[in-house]
């Protein structure tokens, strides 16, 4: 099993990395869809606020530029080998899950094989969050509404990143930037996550019930993961002693950024460089990088007040990102994170870590596992 997930892991990221993966949501272009719960951006119950001008999240790293030095070196006639078997180990895993999971009730879920369950691609981003407040408004009663709001001074912006909305109004917090519409929500409690869960759980089982081409009479439970199911997901098929970090224990990556993007980057970055000099350093330096957004050594035109963009990096073997870094993730174990944030050293963000946690943070945020049962009569 370890050797399938690990080709076929390596075979998705070299689709993201040759720009020839599926085309990601940003800010710029949110898409019509909620990927967390299907439902469709309406004018009526929700629309996310859109800054045209901005840049896309996703056109920041020139995906051209990306190089993935593993550990282990390999030969020419050893990659062709691995491309081969690559392509044969997805189409058999294509065929071995046909009947496993022939219907994804789990909008953006992955099917995760080992648990029987589905685990989100990305972890929960503000424009989730923005989602279930706006419908939270609508819907539910006033205190319980203002119950859910996240704790917005757990990060600062630069004032220089503040946003103007057309109607006048400053937007200067993270959660409702709309820059920062898919980055991690952070400043959120472990019950505040719990309710969410609970929310999605009866929107998504509703929308499949009104689906007619959906005749199974299913129930979409949404819930944390435990930590035993979190390190499964992590591992992805490897051992996780053995593998710390899954198949990318001991890999960097190397990159270029996207010169364009210099202008987007010099509000964001906490020195007071301008936008020329930034665009300047970016065109001359390639950055060393490790597979995981963490606490790091990065050049100045990098360091940010926030965790990043929920698709970048490369995923794991089972298709999802930022499992490691990024935000350390909450489980079902109240006060428990996993996976390490953008605040934590790598060495601190093995499988088997924890990062404990009493009070919404900064660096602390969920992504949902599915279960899919049978509706009870």
């Known amino acids: 099993m370890k050797s399938l997930l690990h080709l076929t892991g390596l075979l998705f990221s070299l689709l993201i990395m040759s720009g020839c993966g599926a085309s990601y949501p940003s800010s710029v272009a949110p898409g019509i869809y909620s990927t967390t719960t299907g439902l469709g951006f309406s004018q009526e119950r929700f629309y996310p606020e859109i800054n045209s001008n901005s840049f896309p999240e996703d056109q920041i790293i020139n995906k051209k530029s990306v190089k993935v030095v593993e550990a282990q070196q390999l030969t020419k006639e050893k990659k062709e080998e691995l491309r081969t078997a690559q392509a044969a180990a997805m189409q058999q895993i294509l065929v071995d899950t046909a009947d496993l999971v022939s219907v994804n009730y789990a909008p953006g879920g992955v099917y995760i094989h080992p648990l029987q369950l589905y685990a989100d691609e990305t972890e929960v981003a503000n424009i989730h969050w923005?989602?279930?407040?706006?419908?939270?408004?609508?819907?539910?009663?006033?205190?319980?509404?203002?119950?859910?709001?996240?704790?917005?001074?757990?990060?600062?912006?630069?004032?220089?990143?503040?946003?103007?909305?057309?109607?006048?109004?400053?937007?200067?917090?993270?959660?409702?930037?709309?820059?920062?519409q898919f980055y991690p929500v952070v400043g959120i409690s472990y019950e505040q996550a719990a309710d969410y869960c609970k929310w999605r759980s009866n929107v998504v089982t509703e929308l499949v019930k009104s689906d007619p081409n959906n005749k199974e009479k299913v129930q979409v439970i949404y819930r944390l993961p435990t930590e035993k199911e979190w390190e499964i997901i992590a591992a992805a098929g490897y051992d996780k002693n053995t593998y710390?970090?899954?198949?990318?224990?001991?890999?960097?990556?190397?990159?270029?950024?996207?010169?364009?993007?210099?202008?987007?980057?010099?509000?964001?970055?906490?020195?007071?460089?301008?936008?020329?000099?930034?665009?300047?350093?970016?065109?001359?330096?390639?950055?060393?990088?490790?597979?995981?957004?963490?606490?790091?050594?990065?050049?100045?035109?990098?360091?940010?007040?926030?965790?990043?963009?929920?698709?970048?990096?490369?995923?794991?073997?089972?298709?999802?990102?930022?499992?490691?870094?990024?935000?350390a993730e909450m489980v079902a174990e109240k006060g428990i994170a996993k996976g390490g944030s953008w605040k934590d050293k790598l060495e601190d963000s093995k499988i088997t870590d924890r990062q404990l946690y009493s009070s919404p943070s900064d660096k602390v945020g969920f992504r949902c596992v599915c279960e899919i049962k049978p509706m009870e009569k």
Do not use: C, W
């Not at 203002?146 to 959660?175: E, F, H």
């Not at 990098?302 to 073997?317: A, E, F, K, M, R």
């Open 244 to 327: 710390p970090y899954s198949s990318a224990t001991g890999a960097i990556r190397k990159y270029k950024l996207n010169p364009v993007a210099a202008d987007f980057l010099s509000r964001k970055i906490t020195a007071q460089v301008p936008a020329e000099q930034v665009k300047k350093d970016i065109v001359k330096e390639e950055v060393q990088d490790n597979m995981f957004n963490v606490r790091r050594t990065l050049p100045y035109f990098l360091q940010v007040n926030t965790p990043d963009y929920i698709y970048s990096g490369t995923p794991n073997d089972y298709g999802l990102l930022h499992v490691q870094g990024n935000v």
């Open 130 to 180: 923005q989602e279930y407040l706006t419908y939270l408004n609508q819907d539910s009663t006033v205190a319980f509404y203002q119950s859910q709001q996240p704790d917005t001074t757990v990060i600062q912006l630069n004032k220089t990143d503040y946003y103007r909305t057309a109607a006048g109004q400053v937007v200067s917090a993270y959660q409702y930037h709309p820059e920062y």
